[in-house]
């Protein structure tokens, strides 16, 4: 699977010095690893939007754009 981010990702994972943890939680999920970083269906679920943790405290959202192209679009404060 690929995973690519939307503008504005990058910068507030290196304000928060997560890069390191994100791009780890990256690889499991283009090893298509889902349980490593678990990967969820966000309620209400027909929206069609994904989370998968990025450590204790940040969660990644995003999207599937088609099967094999995971979208991220935000990280989250899970606190």
């Known amino acids: 699977m690929n995973v690519f981010e939307e503008e504005g990702v990058v910068e507030y994972l ?5 890069t390191k943890p994100y791009l780890k939680a990256k690889k499991y999920l283009e090893m298509d690893y ?3 970083v678990d990967l969820r269906k ?3 679920k027909a929206e069609g939007i994904y989370y998968f943790r990025i450590n204790k405290k940040y969660r ?3 999207y599937f754009q088609n ?6 679009t935000e990280i989250s404060d899970h606190q």
């Open 60 to 62: 990644a959202l995003g």
């Open 14 to 18: 290196k304000a928060r010095n997560i």
């Open 67 to 72: 099967k094999k192209t995971f979208i991220v």
């Open 34 to 36: 889902y349980g490593q």
């Open 42 to 44: 966000r309620a209400p």
